[in-house]
């Protein structure tokens, strides 16, 4: 049905701000934003009409809200990082012809796209495609959108040799739209949107690095030849990003752990972590501290079992959502032959590594009859779980195939959700602030496309974490449709030492769970009542957390979680006495000290305790033991203080203290 608005040849749009403006039946993106300013409108390289980005050229509709996309915005960086893919396959094809170009999003801090090559690209032809852009972007040719008819796409892509992209359309929707964005003479098939030039791409990019990628992630595909990238806004942003690449490089835990003798992975067990003694020591004071927080928060500990039966999975959703991704024993049943074992024919029943704790702890729950008067209960678990990662993910100590989780979950009364949700945000900043993280965001993640449950439940869910969040006073980014399958989540985000972000604790709302395994506790009435469970972790893993730790103090850990607290080294064979003493005395205050007395020059000896992270070193010679004194080198500073022994004991004793 045609407006009144449009009947009188005008539209009216809204703005951000409310108001409104009146525009001829036709009109773009563009023309609103030379209707507000010229200035306006130079800035602006796309819209947001009802939310969804789209390009300037868009025409409007009466009634539309609309906002205008600057390039500074963080929207038009995305859209920088989409145009540098288009301008990079552009660039590839035309130094390289007869290379097929497959699929080019942009990603976190970039962008890259996937080519099929018969030789496959190298690091030695990164500098003449980024040449080839430079001049492409000089010439700010338009991205002009077209729609083709489906058939007319698909023979035109195979008639170019352009497989990839016609088996692309074929495989879409037929309701799909498909849309073409030429630039010049090349094109390619996008949704879009896309900036008005290749000019608004700008200089402030720069090709990363070559790797193989499978034909759409599947390893029964052709390999293809990535090529990625980063692109920014301007040159400033970009050195920083590149200046944070070259820290991190120096900063990788991998790098970290092998110079200081912590862990090391080998290919008989992919994916796990070998713990050397130094490494473990780390590992086990940061889960005693966790078992004195979670001790002193109220919570139970329990143990439960690696192996459970697949029907548990398959009853809280876990088996049909990451069946994949989980180890499974099939059931066998005895071979009367000489054989040994054999599957049955078609097994049916499997034990599974359990890839989570959640399932298990319902089963702690549900033995014997619980009161309201027992809630809320809160297990914590220091659970070792499993899961398949593909060979390519693992990545160190930050994606491995077994963890160990500070895994807990909390039964409660909905009456109680608010309550338990700010106890759980105070646990998780007092543990934060004393392992040195007090830069983080929060966000709230709400259902998913695939999930358990009515809406009726993840109505319920949804408004009380974000009731409880406004209660506590907490902003939170809302992120639509990323919660967990079987209820919403509250995520930190934490802010390392370089500017990087790692998703770590999180608080996930379920009503699902307890319904789907009958778990019941019996209320004031008399009668049977279903518990909220609160699922939450606060470092989510405690190798990824060690990992992170590692890289954002660059190896030089709380003192209290050092492998070695102190060492004390001497410069001459006279001083060993002195310096047993005092190693003596170090440890029986509980430090964990070495005793050097290696007949090595000093400066050997203290290079080495650099590297190893060793933040305070006591170094003794002669002077020192006829005046009962220590020179005290700490880690990063090539000065040293002269301290008496027992000032420097004490200090040492004092600076060791674990937070409580």
């Not at 609103?32 to 010229?38: M, T």
């Not at 003798?261 to 780390?282: K, M």
């Not at 180890?327 to 590594?353: H, M, R, S, W």
């Not at 967990?484 to 930190?492: E, N, Q, R, S, V």
């Given at each position: 049905?045609t407006?009144?608005?449009?009947?009188?040849d005008?539209?009216?749009?809204?703005l951000?701000?409310?108001?409104q403006?009146?525009?001829a039946?036709?009109?773009?993106?563009?023309?609103?934003?030379?209707?507000?300013?010229?200035?306006?409108?130079?800035?602006?390289?796309?819209?947001?009409?009802?939310?969804?980005?789209?390009?300037?050229?868009?025409?409007?509709?009466?009634?539309?809200?609309?906002a205008?996309?600057?390039?500074?915005?963080?929207e038009g960086l995305?859209?920088?990082?989409?145009?540098?893919?288009?301008?990079?396959?552009?660039?590839?094809?035309?130094?390289?012809?007869?290379?097929?170009?497959?699929?080019?999003?942009?990603?976190?801090?970039?962008?890259?796209?996937?080519?099929?090559?018969?030789?496959?690209?190298?690091?030695?032809?990164?500098?003449?495609?980024?040449?080839?852009?430079?001049?492409?972007?000089?010439?700010?040719?338009?991205?002009?959108?077209?729609?083709?008819?489906?058939?007319?796409a698909?023979?035109?892509?195979?008639?170019?040799?352009?497989?990839?992209?016609?088996?692309?359309?074929?495989?879409?929707?037929?309701?799909?739209?498909?849309?073409?964005?030429?630039?010049?003479?090349?094109?390619?098939?996008?949704?879009g949107?896309?900036?008005?030039?290749?000019?608004?791409?700008?200089?402030?990019?720069?090709?990363?690095?070559?790797?193989?990628?499978?034909?759409?992630g599947?390893?029964?595909?052709?390999?293809?030849?990535?090529?990625?990238?980063?692109?920014?806004?301007?040159?400033?942003?970009?050195?920083?990003?590149?200046?944070?690449?070259?820290?991190?490089e120096?900063?990788?835990?991998?790098?970290?752990?092998?110079?200081?003798?912590?862990?090391?992975?080998?290919?008989?067990?992919?994916?796990?972590?070998?713990?050397?003694?130094?490494?473990?020591?780390?590992?086990?004071?940061?889960?005693?501290?966790?078992?004195?927080?979670?001790?002193?928060?109220?919570?139970?500990?329990?143990k439960?079992?690696?192996?459970?039966?697949?029907?548990?999975?398959?009853?809280?959703?876990?088996?049909?959502?990451?069946?994949e991704?989980?180890?499974?024993v099939?059931?066998?049943?005895?071979?009367?032959?000489?054989?040994?074992?054999?599957?049955?024919?078609?097994?049916?029943d499997?034990?599974?590594?359990?890839?989570?704790?959640?399932?298990?702890?319902?089963?702690?729950?549900?033995?014997?009859i619980?009161?309201?008067?027992?809630l809320?209960i809160?297990?914590?678990?220091?659970?070792?779980?499993?899961?398949?990662?593909a060979?390519?993910?693992?990545?160190?100590?930050l994606?491995?195939?077994?963890?160990?989780?500070?895994?807990?979950?909390?039964?409660?009364?909905?009456?109680?959700?608010?309550?338990?949700?700010?106890?759980?945000?105070?646990?998780?900043?007092?543990?934060?602030?004393?392992?040195?993280?007090?830069?983080?965001?929060?966000?709230?993640?709400?259902?998913?496309?695939?999930?358990?449950?009515?809406?009726?439940?993840?109505d319920?869910?949804?408004?009380?974490?974000?009731?409880?969040?406004?209660?506590?006073?907490?902003?939170?980014?809302?992120?639509?449709?990323?919660?967990?399958?079987?209820?919403?989540?509250?995520?930190?985000?934490?802010?390392?030492?370089?500017?990087?972000?790692?998703?770590?604790?999180?608080?996930?709302?379920?009503?699902?769970?307890?319904?789907?395994?009958?778990?019941?506790?019996?209320?004031?009435?008399?009668?049977?009542?279903?518990?909220?469970?609160?699922?939450?972790?606060?470092?989510?893993t405690?190798?990824?957390?060690?990992?992170?730790?590692?890289?954002?103090?660059?190896?030089?850990?709380?003192?209290?979680?050092?492998?070695t607290?102190?060492?004390?080294?001497?410069i001459?064979?006279?001083?060993?006495?002195?310096?047993?003493?005092?190693?003596?005395?170090?440890?029986a205050?509980?430090?964990?000290?070495?005793?050097?007395?290696?007949?090595?020059?000093?400066?050997?000896?203290?290079?080495?305790?650099?590297?190893k992270?060793?933040?305070?070193?006591?170094?003794?010679?002669?002077?020192?033991?006829?005046?009962?004194?220590?020179?005290?080198?700490?880690?990063?500073?090539?000065?040293?203080?002269?301290?008496?022994?027992e000032?420097?004991?004490?200090?040492?004793?004092?600076?060791?203290?674990?937070?409580?």
């Amino acid at each position: 049905m045609t407006s009144q608005a449009e009947l009188q040849d005008n539209i009216s749009v809204i703005l951000p701000d409310g108001s409104q403006r009146e525009l001829a039946v036709g009109s773009t993106g563009m023309d609103l934003a030379l209707n507000i300013s010229k200035s306006l409108a130079k800035a602006s390289v796309a819209i947001k009409r009802d939310g969804e980005v789209c390009d300037l050229s868009t025409v409007l509709h009466d009634g539309d809200s609309i906002a205008i996309v600057k390039r500074d915005d963080d929207e038009g960086l995305e859209l920088i990082r989409h145009d540098a893919a288009h301008v990079m396959a552009q660039a590839v094809q035309e130094l390289f012809p007869g290379t097929q170009v497959t699929i080019g999003p942009a990603i976190d801090n970039g962008f890259y796209y996937d080519f099929a090559r018969d030789e496959p690209f190298s690091s030695d032809d990164l500098e003449a495609i980024e040449k080839r852009m430079r001049q492409i972007i000089e010439k700010g040719e338009a991205f002009i959108r077209e729609e083709w008819e489906r058939s007319e796409a698909i023979k035109h892509f195979r008639g170019i040799g352009e497989d990839y992209k016609a088996e692309l359309i074929e495989d879409l929707p037929e309701s799909e739209t498909i849309s073409v964005y030429k630039q010049g003479e090349w094109k390619d098939l996008c949704r879009g949107p896309h900036m008005p030039t290749t000019k608004h791409v700008g200089t402030a990019f720069k090709l990363m690095k070559v790797a193989g990628a499978y034909w759409r992630g599947d390893s029964n595909n052709a390999m293809l030849t990535r090529i990625y990238g980063t692109a920014w806004r301007n040159d400033k942003e970009l050195k920083a990003y590149l200046t944070m690449l070259e820290e991190a490089e120096k900063r990788d835990h991998r790098r970290i752990g092998n110079e200081m003798d912590l862990f090391h992975f080998q290919n008989e067990a992919q994916g796990s972590v070998f713990w050397h003694p130094r490494g473990f020591t780390i590992y086990n004071q940061l889960e005693q501290y966790m078992r004195r927080r979670v001790e002193d928060d109220g919570y139970v500990e329990v143990k439960t079992p690696q192996l459970m039966h697949s029907k548990f999975w398959e009853i809280s959703g876990h088996w049909q959502k990451y069946r994949e991704d989980m180890f499974v024993v099939p059931d066998v049943v005895p071979n009367t032959e000489e054989d040994g074992p054999v599957f049955k024919e078609e097994p049916k029943d499997f034990l599974a590594l359990k890839p989570m704790n959640c399932p298990a702890h319902v089963q702690v729950f549900k033995q014997g009859i619980k009161s309201y008067k027992d809630l809320p209960i809160r297990y914590a678990e220091m659970g070792c779980c499993h899961r398949n990662e593909a060979h390519g993910a693992l990545h160190g100590l930050l994606r491995v195939r077994q963890f160990t989780q500070d895994d807990g979950h909390i039964f409660c009364s909905e009456e109680q959700i608010l309550d338990e949700a700010v106890k759980f945000c105070q646990l998780t900043e007092k543990v934060y602030q004393d392992l040195g993280f007090t830069d983080y965001r929060l966000t709230l993640e709400t259902r998913p496309e695939m999930r358990v449950g009515s809406d009726e439940l993840w109505d319920k869910a949804e408004k009380s974490l974000m009731d409880a969040m406004d209660h506590i006073g907490m902003e939170y980014e809302l992120c639509e449709g990323d919660g967990a399958f079987y209820g919403p989540k509250l995520g930190y985000i934490l802010t390392d030492a370089i500017g990087r972000e790692w998703g770590c604790g999180t608080l996930q709302l379920d009503f699902n769970l307890p319904e789907r395994f009958d778990a019941t506790y019996i209320g004031e009435d008399g009668s049977k009542h279903r518990p909220v469970m609160l699922h939450r972790a606060v470092l989510g893993t405690f190798e990824r957390f060690i990992g992170i730790m590692l890289e954002s103090y660059a190896g030089k850990m709380p003192l209290w979680m050092a492998p070695t607290q102190c060492a004390v080294a001497t410069i001459t064979g006279s001083a060993d006495a002195y310096a047993t003493k005092i190693y003596d005395e170090l440890k029986a205050a509980g430090l964990r000290v070495e005793l050097d007395i290696r007949n090595e020059k000093i400066n050997y000896k203290v290079r080495d305790h650099m590297t190893k992270k060793t933040s305070h070193l006591f170094v003794v010679g002669a002077r020192e033991a006829e005046e009962d004194t220590v020179a005290l080198r700490r880690l990063g500073s090539k000065a040293q203080d002269i301290m008496s022994r027992e000032e420097a004991v004490k200090m040492i004793v004092e600076a060791c203290k674990a937070p409580y």
